[in-house]
């Protein structure tokens, strides 16, 4: 039987949202039907969350036969047929994810993906799955490939463990999302983005369903704004800009 690992970025200390378990618990369910079997782990936000992260991935990695990680946030309300597409509809991509919006209140609502409209590029096939600069890291699949195949390309970081006699050694594993430092370039994306600027550049694409929508909740109130309506909200703007450059020409051309 398949195994998947679901890893859960605890937003608020271990405290998880109501709808975000029923999320997950109907998720479990659904990915039996499919004998997909699953572990999840929950990870608490803080300053070496990074650190615990790489060490579940790692330990999953060298103990069981895992097929893929999930990587989610304890705030967010998703589909959970998503995540079933993720592994079983779309197992041949070896990172592929949603997209949800930020609580940033801007005046075109900012998701937690990053892509180029002007070169958008979609699968051959599926003309809902689209390539993108970067993914959000509440919400994405990534293969045990990625990880295993890619090893240089990761930091490492030492320890000191202890053998069977008792005798110290120093260990030396992958530190797959080491932290940005201060003055290092996106240093405010964090250490999940830089993970996936590595893994792009070392030739893996990063895959966004059109349809892939979760939704963040913050507080009472839950930030919901669809890809599809994103892409028609930039295309809109950028349509009245060009509309205003125009006109702005056609006047001066008028003055003169």
Known sequence: ?????????????????????????????????????????????????????????ENFLTAEEVSDFIFLKSNLIFQPQNIVDMLVKYE??????????TDNHTRVPQLAIELDLEKTETMVGDLNLIKVSSLADGFVKINRKVFEE???????????????????FEEQKPFYFSPVFLKEKNYFKGSFYKFLNKVKDAGEDLWCHLDFNASQVDGSYVHHYPLRDFIKMVEHFKEKQKQQKQKSEEEKQELN
């Open 92 to 101: 041949a991509q070896k990172i592929v994810g949603g997209s949800y919006k």
């Open 1 to 57: 039987m398949r195994k998947i690992v679901l890893i859960t970025t605890c937003q608020n200390q271990l405290n998880v949202d109501a709808r975000f378990v029923t999320c997950l618990t109907q998720t479990i369910d659904l990915l039996k039907k499919e004998e997909i079997e699953s572990e999840f782990v929950f990870i608490e936000k803080t300053d070496i969350s990074d650190v615990h992260k790489s060490q579940v991935v």
């Open 150 to 168: 890619h090893k240089d390309i990761y930091d490492k970081f030492f320890f000191t463990n202890k053998s069977k006699d008792g005798d110290d």
